[in-house]
């Protein structure tokens, strides 16, 4: 019998996920450490996502409606009452000791490493970091695997892709602000969560596959819009705003959503994020030591086209 002080729940946001949830759901009973609950938060699919989680023996809580990945995490959140919670895209594949790994570990949150869908050699996420511009780096998405990504590290932020957080984290942080709906909820709880003095750690020992972008697709409008907002509501909560780095990162960011034929639903993210626009932040350490970071773990690993041009425009 697990102590109150030692169960571990799992929170799953899920909207039209059936297909997902099965591999993610089969993967969670493999796993050599078993959570206590797994809770499935669902945003009125309708797609036989409850007799899937109840074939597997989840609890399913039906929203009735989508609000969006912050709300319905923060519901699951509520219903959970696990000393430790994890939280995890419904999209994802775990290996059998993910949360014996991370459950190992002592800290406010912890993340793995998180491999490309049925990849061995290319990452999808590991750890967040956040520039001046607002626009955030998911280091060593996209790269090959290697020496530099298997070290366990302190970190600042993380994604909410695959996490473990401990309780006394989220209710310190207040949990995702739902304003965001979805895409960078995460980097803003990061951010408060580092105000209140709390970092995290990465424990790449811990191996989870990811999809990425199975609920809408890349580049999706409404992906594109949402992002678009939220970067500057980033850039007006967490830092006294250097304009010319934000003019650098939100233009070579629009640039991108225009080849993927999104420019006007950048433009649409911007204006709503503009006609909201109210900075609150001071000069922020943080900020400086994240966007440091992130030249570092470029330098180190390989810039990116992007910020190869965020560097040589805004240094």
Known sequence: MVSAEEAIHVVVPSWRGRAHLETLLESLAAQTRKPEVVWIVDGGSRDGSAEVAEAAGARFVDLGENRGFAHAVN????????????????????????????????????VGKVMAWDS???????????SHSGVPM???????????????????????????????????????????????????????????????????????????????????????????????????????????????????????????GCFADWCRGKWEGLASFEATGSESEFLKDLEREIFDVGAVTGQDRFWRWYWALSL
């Open 75 to 110: 519901r699951g959140l509520a219903e959970a009452d696990g000393a430790r919670v994890a939280v995890l895209n419904n999209d994802l594949k775990l290996a059998p000791d993910w949360l014996e790994q991370l459950a190992s570990t002592d800290a406010p949150f912890v």
């Open 120 to 130: 061995t050699e290319i990452l999808d996420a590991t750890w967040d970091l956040l």
């Open 138 to 260: 998911r280091a060593g998405c996209g790269k090959s695997d290697g020496a530099f990504w298997n070290q366990s590290r302190e970190i600042s932020l993380a994604p909410w892709t695959a996490i473990l957080l401990r309780r006394d984290y989220y209710q310190a942080t207040g949990g995702l602000d739902e304003s965001f709906e979805s895409y960078l909820e995460d980097v803003d709880i990061g951010m408060r969560g580092l105000k209140l003095g709390f970092r995290g750690l990465y424990e790449p020992n811990a191996v989870a596959w990811h999809r990425g972008s199975s609920t809408l697709g890349e580049w999706h409008p409404r992906q594109v819009r949402l992002s678009s907002r939220n970067q500057l509501r980033l850039v007006a909560r967490y830092g006294a705003p250097d304009w010319w780095k934000v003019f650098v990162g939100q233009g070579l960011w629009g640039l991108a959503a225009a080849r993927h």
